[in-house]
């Protein structure tokens, strides 16, 4: 009984509870993945089905046609998404969330640096707080927290960090649950940094204003993130190609502009790193803007892929078999060049 009582406990706290909790995430407001952000999304998509259609801008029968169909919310890839995203709910609780809580106590909290401050120029007087200081606070962490994340995405990108994005790219096709294929590692990496990041904005703005500053919530959900997250957020991540036109599209990411990024057309490769404002992508040279008219696209990361992320197992190891064969390889390579640099000290200067 005792042996029957410890594996239920084990069973409760490490998978039945995460993906209970996983699943209940759908009727929260405060994932993308609720069930209200969802079908905000949809009712965008059905109205621009609707638009095209009056017009003959699509061939698409039937909506369920003109947002993939089977042939995307039922691929096997599709079909992956969603076990995986289950399955996520078990890595948070079991490494996430037991990884960062051992780099967390070394990280400075926006205390400690009020604390800082305040031996350094002495405190301050309480502001009061009102509904615009809230608002502004609000803002001020989205707009930290999104330019870490383009950063992030962006490292991401390069040679050592790649393999472990690559898992949220290899997806040929797309839905609202590809946007959960995120390696444990990259989320441990976003938690760490955002936690680093708004520590330090949250840390000058409360001392700026003498104390601790709550942020304005809607439902109990910060403004900025209810607002982003209803504006058709989910078609980021789906076949539907809905543009903000050129101008709007250098500062609010468009669902297009998500799927440009996904592309594996070389025109498109390490583009629209962005998450909610292109702005970023602006300012630092990494921005394409769509028009209304959608392009050709191809997801994924290349034929030779498709077997290679077919798994939960998969999504999980891959990244790291890949980075040991990267070491691997360049071992020979640094060696081969220790000899050649060794060698050159024994040859006569001409």
Not at 46 to 72: D, E, N
Not at 152 to 164: K, P, Y
Request: aromatic share 16%; charged share 15%.
């Amino acid at each position: 009984m005792d042996a029957l009582s410890f594996v239920y406990d084990y069973l409760s706290r490490w998978v039945i509870t995460p993906v209970t909790q996983q699943f209940l995430g759908i009727f929260d407001l405060n994932g993308r993945f609720g069930l209200l952000f969802l079908a905000t999304s949809y009712s965008v998509a059905y109205g621009l089905f609707r638009f095209r259609k009056s017009r003959g801008l699509t061939s698409a029968p039937t909506f369920w046609q003109f947002i993939g169909g089977k042939q995307v919310y039922l691929h096997q890839s599709a079909l992956l998404d969603y076990r995986y995203y289950f399955v996520r709910a078990i890595l948070k609780v079991m490494l996430v969330l037991p990884i960062v809580a051992l780099v967390d106590p070394h990280i400075l909290r926006s205390a400690d640096y009020v604390g800082f401050f305040t031996n350094l120029w002495g405190a301050r007087t309480q502001v009061e707080e009102h509904l615009a200081l809230s608002l502004l606070y609000g803002l001020g962490v989205f707009l930290v927290k999104d330019f870490a994340n383009y950063w992030g995405h962006r490292a991401f990108h390069t040679r050592w960090l790649w393999d472990f994005h690559k898992v949220h790219h290899s997806a040929p096709v797309l839905v609202p649950a590809t946007a959960s294929r995120l390696h444990f590692v990259e989320k441990i990496v976003e938690k760490l940094t955002n936690t680093l990041c708004v520590g330090v904005y949250a840390g000058v703005f409360w001392y700026a204003c003498g104390g601790e500053i709550s942020r304005y919530t809607l439902f109990g959900v910060t403004w900025m993130v209810l607002i982003l997250n209803g504006f058709a957020a989910n078609l980021r991540h789906t076949h539907v190609w809905l543009s903000f036109g050129p101008v709007v599209e250098h500062v609010l990411n468009s669902p297009a502009q998500h799927q440009i990024h996904h592309s594996d057309a070389p025109k498109h490769v390490n583009k629209n790193f962005s998450i909610n404002l292109s702005l970023w992508d602006w300012m630092f040279g990494t921005l394409y803007v769509t028009t209304s008219k959608p392009e050709a696209l191809r997801f994924g990361t290349g034929e030779a892929d498709h077997s290679r992320y077919q798994t939960v197992y998969s999504l999980i190891v891959t990244p790291f078999v890949d980075i040991a064969r990267k070491i691997h390889l360049t071992k020979p390579e640094q060696s081969l060049a220790t000899e050649v640099v060794e060698q050159s000290k024994d040859v006569p200067l001409r």
